[in-house]
């Protein structure tokens, strides 16, 4: 958590809101976190992955279907998504499974860029599913350890992460003049 508020900085996202966003989009944490503990390494995060697969190959299907009833779709704004909903087949795959890799990109984004694509969803969900693979091992490996901590690392982490928010949040809110 402190390595992912610290990319905040990093990449001059300085906003409560936006840490508040990612955050709530990025509830497979938490749900990773409970697999370990109830099913041990190995099954938990094997569960989390099959989730996370499952999930993506129904947001696919969903926003898909959803596209339909949208008159002006407004794009992404990133070249690489953009890119994506340009692409088919195997140039699709190919930029799925890249984007998958990149531990900060949504994805919802992914799966809407995707959407618009001509990429099926056979595809889709295989190169979804290799993406994945590395980001799983890593966030499982990350839990886990944090798992491990002591209360006293617990509390020291969730210390260091309060911090950071507010400092971003009084930084943002210097920046805006408030």
């Known amino acids: 958590m402190v390595f992912t508020f ?3 900085f990093y990449y001059g996202e300085y906003s409560p809101e936006y840490c508040y966003k990612y955050i709530r989009s990025n509830t497979q944490f938490f749900l990773t976190a409970s697999n370990i ?4 390494y190995e099954k938990g995060i094997f569960i989390s992955y099959i989730g996370e ?3 993506a190959g129904i947001s696919f299907l969903l926003y898909r279907k ?10 992404p704004n990133s070249k690489y998504l953009n890119k994506l909903m340009r692409s088919k087949g195997k ?3 190919i930029l799925i499974v890249s984007l998958r890799l990149l531990p900060f990109m949504p994805s919802g984004l992914i799966n809407l860029g995707a959407a618009l694509s001509k990429i099926n969803i056979l595809h889709f969900t295989l190169a979804s599913a290799i993406g ?6 890593i966030e499982g490996y990350s839990v ?16 260091v992460s ?5 400092i971003n949040w009084l930084i943002k809110r210097k920046r805006s003049g408030v």
């Open 6 to 8: 610290g990319i905040f």
């Open 37 to 40: 503990t109830f099913y041990g």
């Open 53 to 55: 697969c499952l999930g």
């Open 66 to 75: 959803g596209i339909q009833y949208v008159k002006h779709p407004v794009p």
């Open 91 to 93: 140039e699709a795959a």
């Open 132 to 137: 994945k693979i590395p980001a799983m091992l």
């Open 144 to 159: 886990n350890e944090v798992l491990s901590w002591e209360t006293e690392g617990k509390v020291a982490l969730f210390i």
């Open 162 to 166: 309060l911090l950071i928010l507010v």
